[in-house]
């Protein structure tokens, strides 16, 4: 019985082992074979190490694909501390080389982790310090592919663009609007090590591969851009105002060619201004009252609701208009007199536009500032645009609906202003302002996504539009803006000063003054408007300093555009101080001796005594000067 019991124990005891064999046998075979990538992927897990590789940044580009910003290979630096074995000396070398606090380099080498970025000291570091570590072969300190944003036209457009942080994610402008899309994918280099830190060599190193952001296709053309930015510049060296402002426009698109705020800032280098400069893209920023510009949204609105004939009906301007027991003055003492409503608009006179108001009404006011996209955001496809301020129309009252008329008492933006302009001269549509043309593939350029231009609404008829291009051709002609005429060009535009108010006060002595110009004013192509904040030492009138630098951008625009001479331009009149003009006649086969003209002074070069050739051509018109080159020689038999 005890024999039979031991054998059965035994057998019991056999059999058990034999299980557990098995399963030892099945597990390792499913570990070996079912589990094993699994588990070799977990393992290399633990022992690569990971070094970032950095993707390409999508790049901005302008309307005709110049490169606004872009990523350039750089280097950074990583360490992997075990590998250090004398982190003193390591530290000491190290902060030497990227000219770094010794501290905080010991510091970071020490961190009982498996890599260490060094940063911000390390991060996109030049290529001498670069070569310098590879020179050093310090153990333990790699380095890695990175990339650095770059803007090649530094400071130009630097409020639209913004910038990148560190790690090259969008801080402001542009870089931030559209993170999502000009993000790149990081990849990285995986390279095996044991717990020691030291490499694992029957591993092979893995690499991931990093990605391209999407190229952004702004609306800009950096020609028109590089304008607006010379003449802004020259006007803050020669008037000295607080800040400075400009926008174009296509007006039969919304599009955004360029776009100016001074101060400026090199988003290279953005950590070298203040706050205040780099984020602050004053054309969608900042609201103030827009002065006699906006009289062209009054004016427009009166002509749309039929209210008077603008070349035969007359107003009585004796100076002011009483409203509320406000009175509302004239700037010229005593005002314009016996006007028609066209002429009204040529000497900006605000008796007439209070009139204007009240003959339009509440309602119509109301409606006039919603229609023409005031009071709210233009929802152009920009950071930070504020939406202006308007009376609190609950409390409307006369003199708040008067004082509107002629553009005080309200806040706009300079893109508001712009983009309700263009409606009352490209035929009467209002559009969306955009500065986005398309989204690009990093890769084959072709577009993804193109941005169509967004007609928001009929604001006036085609009819009432047509009145509105000859009117302010008038105000260039024979009104405020005069000094942005230009010979052979039809230039419609009105100029503005308003007082300058802050925190609901006026400020005594300074004003923003600003012009706003459509050329052709016929066919508009472009529009272009620019203001200065408080400018120094000037006569403060819109008329007198900002128009003639819209004269000196658009003497280049209507060259670079192709824009055609018009054989039937209105005629400017002659004003005091005017320079003299001078037509130049033919005296090509003349003899010397008989070329005269009182008027005009002749430089002979050559010897004979026959006119050969003249410059300048006969039928140019001199202005400011009265020179002719006279080429002579022996006439031919």
């Not at 490169?67 to 630096?77: E, H």
């Not at 530290?91 to 606090?101: H, V």
């Not at 911000?120 to 310090?129: A, T, V």
């Not at 108010?501 to 600003?514: K, N």
Request: charged share 20%; aromatic share 8%; proline share 4%.
């Amino acid at each position: 019985m005890i024999q039979n019991r031991v054998k059965k124990r035994i057998n019991q005891l056999t059999f058990g082992c034999f299980v557990i064999f098995a399963a030892i046998l099945i597990k390792l075979a499913w570990l070996q074979l079912v589990q094993r990538d699994w588990l070799f992927s977990k393992s290399l897990d633990l022992w690569q190490r990971d070094f970032p590789v950095s993707g390409t940044r999508g790049k901005l580009l302008d309307a005709n694909g110049q490169v606004l910003a872009m990523d350039i290979p750089s280097t950074s630096v990583m360490v992997v501390p075990a590998q250090i074995s004398d982190k003193e000396a390591a530290a000491a070398l190290i902060s030497e080389i990227l000219e770094a606090d010794y501290d905080s380099i010991l510091k970071k080498i020490s961190q009982n982790v498996s890599t260490v970025r060094i940063t911000p000291e390390g991060r996109l570091i030049s290529n001498e310090k670069a070569q310098a570590l590879e020179h050093a072969n310090l153990s333990g300190v790699y380095l890695v592919s990175d990339s650095l944003r770059y803007y090649p036209n530094t400071t130009m457009l630097s409020t639209v663009l913004g910038f990148t942080g560190i790690d090259n994610q969008g801080l402001a402008g542009l870089e931030l609007q559209y993170e999502e899309l000009l993000q790149a994918k990081s990849g990285s280099m995986k390279i095996p090590f044991d717990a020691k830190g030291h490499p694992v060599k029957i591993y092979s190193e893995s690499y991931q591969a990093s990605g391209n952001g999407l190229d952004i296709m702004l609306t800009i053309d950096m020609e028109i851009q590089s304008v607006l930015e010379r003449e802004l510049d020259n006007a803050m060296k020669e008037y000295n105002p607080d800040s400075a402002w400009a926008v174009a426009m296509n007006p039969n698109t919304g599009e955004i060619l360029a776009m100016v705020s001074k101060p400026d800032f090199d988003p290279n280098n953005y950590q070298d201004y203040d706050l205040a400069v780099y984020n602050q893209n004053l054309p969608v920023w900042k609201s103030y009252e827009p002065g006699s510009v906006f009289k062209t949204i009054t004016f427009a609105t009166g002509l749309e609701k039929g209210l008077f004939d603008m070349e035969k009906d007359t107003y009585q301007d004796n100076g002011y208009e009483m409203v509320e027991g406000a009175r509302l003055k004239s700037w010229k003492a005593g005002g314009h007199g016996l006007q028609t409503y066209m002429e009204c608009l040529q000497n900006s006179s605000n008796p007439c536009f209070v009139h204007i108001a009240q003959m339009l009404g509440e309602d119509s006011m109301e409606k006039m500032l919603d229609d023409f996209g005031f009071g709210k955001k233009t929802g152009v496809d920009l950071p930070g645009e504020s939406t202006g301020i308007l009376f609190d129309l609950d409390a409307w009252g006369e003199l708040e609906q008067a004082t509107t008329g002629f553009g005080q008492g309200i806040s706009v933006t300079a893109l508001q202003l712009v983009s309700a302009f263009c409606a009352t001269v490209n035929g009467g549509i209002y559009y969306q302002p955009t500065i986005t043309k398309a989204i690009l593939d990093p890769i084959t350029h072709d577009p993804l996504i193109e941005i169509q231009p967004k007609a928001v609404k009929r604001v006036i008829s085609e009819e009432t539009s047509f009145k509105m291009r000859y009117a302010l051709e008038s105000v260039v002609a024979l009104g405020g803006a005069k000094q942005a005429y230009m010979d052979g060009y039809k230039i419609g535009g009105k100029t503005g000063t308003a007082q300058k108010a802050v925190d609901g006060r006026y400020l005594v002595g300074e004003y923003i003054l600003s012009c706003i110009c459509v050329v052709p004013a016929d066919d508009p192509q472009i529009v272009v408007y620019i203001a200065l904040d408080a400018p120094k030492n000037n006569i403060q009138y819109g008329g007198t300093v900002v128009s003639p630098i819209i004269r000196k951008c658009l003497e280049d625009i209507v060259v670079y555009l192709d824009i055609e001479k018009s054989e039937d331009q209105m005629q400017r009149i002659t004003l005091w101080g005017d320079p003299e003009k001078y037509t130049i006649g033919d005296y090509v086969g003349m003899k010397v001796k008989d070329v005269k003209d009182s008027d005009l002074k002749f430089v002979q070069v050559g010897n004979g005594d026959t006119v050969l050739d003249q410059l300048p051509s006969a039928g140019t018109v001199l202005t400011g000067t009265n020179t002719v080159w006279l080429y002579l020689g022996e006439k031919a038999e």
